[in-house]
């Protein structure tokens, strides 16, 4: 692969881990970015980093991967990262989320998830704010941790850097031909060997000049909402989520930071009904300001899970897309992975469960 370059579209976490991994094994590798680093996905997260997806097994696998890569990563990169752990705890409602937690469970921890389920008493146990509306039980896994999503996208910036990969900021990519190897940007036209698109939300009309039709959904705005000072004495909690609403809370110093699907058009109707459901989850919150914290556009694929692939070259195309949500979460393993499928190594890892194909579209 001596002599081969690879343009890496996308400056967020999932671009950077994929620059860094290629530039620290030998290749030339040129990052293009058209904001800053990190500007898009990756500066609307809630800096949570866990291993357990509920009925995505393939997703948890992506995470356990890449929980052990932050773990790893005083020694590689060599760069100090916040890991605070926190726990992560889902609570039902219903019987039919209970049962479907169990019939996930064999697959969950197939994957290397380490989860369970906890009695209703366990988990106000470990989350003292839910309040006493009926719950059934709880899935609860202690791999979750508390990180800082600008700290990881600088760590993978430098280390990429000192690799020996360029990384190119406010150079908007205006078209590629896949074909021929050519990247036409707002900064002039750029030749490589091998093209990744890594661009997030910007993804869906990239991947479809190249050839590959990833059923990508449209761009979906994240928006995460914060509240006023706690009380000093309010405990610290699990990153917890309210399974039949979508309610997903953790601490954030001495406020709390708040998810709920996503606002849509009508955003003021959407806040109103997060703090209905955070009144009705917490009855001791009820009544706090909810201000506005982080917002950002998301990929999305239909099935909430990542699309990891290569098309045949030469020149080669790879596209790392479609995350919904779970970038931060399987950064890592994407960057290994696409480093893999480019130097046509094992990965490891069943990447046909990831690549655009029958499986994932039950065409044939």
Request: aromatic content about 6%; hydrophobic content about 40%; overall charge neutral.
């Amino acid at each position: 692969m001596s002599g081969q370059r690879v343009v890496v579209i996308g400056g967020g976490v999932i671009g950077l881990s994929i620059a860094f991994h290629l530039a620290e094994a030998g290749i030339d590798t040129t990052l293009l970015e058209q904001g800053t680093l990190g500007s898009g996905a990756s500066r609307a997260t809630a800096d949570v980093v866990r291993a357990y997806f509920a009925g995505n097994p393939v997703s948890s696998a992506l995470a356990v991967r890449s929980l052990d890569a932050y773990h790893a990563f005083p020694s590689r990169p060599g760069i100090d990262l916040p890991l605070r752990q926190v726990g992560y705890l889902v609570l039902f409602t219903e019987p039919e989320q209970v049962e479907a937690f169990e019939a996930d469970l064999p697959a969950q921890r197939a994957a290397g998830v380490d989860v369970g389920l906890i009695s209703a008493e366990e988990a106000r146990e470990r989350n003292p704010l839910i309040g006493g509306f009926p719950l059934r039980a709880a899935a609860y896994s202690p791999q979750a941790y508390i990180s800082d999503t600008t700290a990881i996208v600088t760590a993978y910036a430098r280390a990429a850097e000192q690799a020996g990969a360029r990384l190119r900021t406010g150079c908007p990519v205006t078209a590629i031909d896949a074909r021929a190897g050519r990247v036409r940007t707002t900064c002039g036209e750029i030749g490589a060997d091998a093209i990744v698109c890594a661009a997030g939300a910007w993804s869906a009309s990239l991947v479809r000049s190249a050839g590959v039709d990833l059923p990508l959904t449209e761009p979906i705005e994240q928006e995460l909402l914060t509240t006023d000072p706690l009380p000093r004495d309010t405990p610290d909690i699990p990153v917890t989520l309210h399974a039949a609403s979508g309610l997903l809370v953790r601490m954030r110093d001495d406020r709390l930071l708040i998810g709920m699907g996503y606002p849509g058009r009508d955003r003021e109707s959407w806040r109103r009904k997060v703090a209905e459901q955070l009144a009705a989850t917490y009855p001791s919150l009820a009544g706090l300001t909810l201000r506005p914290a982080v917002t950002g556009l998301r990929d999305a694929s239909p099935d909430k899970t990542a699309f990891i692939g290569r098309r045949p070259g030469p020149p080669a195309f790879l596209y790392a897309t479609g995350f919904s949500g779970h970038g931060l979460c399987n950064a890592p393993a994407a960057g290994e992975l696409v480093r893999d499928l480019y130097l046509n190594q094992d990965p490891g890892f069943d990447v046909t469960a990831l690549a655009m194909g029958p499986r994932r579209t039950g065409r044939p």
